[in-house]
T-cell receptor, first 111, second 115 residues
């Protein structure tokens, strides 16, 4: 089955700086890679996703890049704000099938 | 769009009680719903996949007689934790997908505490 690794497990950045979270996956058949933000006591919220036919996708301060050859994808958050503080999960899947989640990154943005 | 509502948000009950958790897709029809369990500071562990009108598919190690799943309509799935014990205490989260090529959208979870 698929195996997703996520790094780092914790990340602290100063407000205004950029944050990068990286994930690798093992199954080359995976074709869908969402990123979720989870705030304390709540369910994960989809913030951005990318499909395997695209190398990069951007939505305001958030961007995701995908390298299919190397089987890794990354989340980039620019101009970080305190409200970006949360746990972020990457996932990989063959669309229509189960998601395989990374272990999560706890991001703290220091005002 | 793509709102998933989960109820209740928190349950505290005595050991031996059965607890039902509801997951509803509010503005879309969900052909597939998923149930996850999450331990503190850990990732989401898939328990089962539920397709409308058919039996749920449980992950290895998840007791289907313990965690009963019903997906009777395209907007509602329920998870019943039968005869709950303290070790069943956890954060349970559902998600729903509109179709085979669509992303999962999550509810806000249910914090279950068994005394």
């Amino acid at each position: 089955g698929e195996n997703v690794e996520q790094h780092p497990s914790t990340l602290s950045v100063q407000e205004g700086d950029s944050a990068v979270i990286k994930c690798t996956y093992s199954d080359s058949a995976s074709n869908y890679f969402p990123w979720y933000k989870q705030e304390l006591g709540k369910g994960p919220q989809l913030i951005i996703d990318i499909r395997s036919n695209v190398g990069e996708k951007k939505d305001q301060r958030i961007a995701v890049t995908l390298n299919k050859t190397a089987k890794h994808f990354s989340l980039h958050i620019t101009e970080t704000q305190p409200e970006d503080s949360a746990v972020y999960f990457c996932a990989a899947s063959l669309l229509g099938n189960q998601f395989y989640f990374g272990t999560g990154t706890s991001l703290t943005v220091i005002p | 769009g793509a709102v998933v509502s989960q109820h209740p948000s928190r349950v505290i009950c005595k050991s031996g009680t059965s607890v039902k958790i509801e997951c509803r897709s509010l503005d879309f029809q969900a052909t597939t719903m998923f149930w996850y369990r999450q331990f503190p500071k850990q990732s989401l562990m898939l328990m089962a996949t539920s397709n409308e009108g058919s039996k749920a598919t449980y992950e290895q190690g998840v007791e289907k007689d313990k965690f009963l799943i019903n997906h009777a309509s395209l907007t509602l799935s329920t998870l019943t934790v039968t005869s709950a014990h303290p070790e069943d205490s956890s954060f349970y989260i559902c998600s729903a997908a509109q179709g085979a090529e669509q992303p999962q959208h999550f509810g806000d979870g249910t914090r279950l505490s068994i005394l």
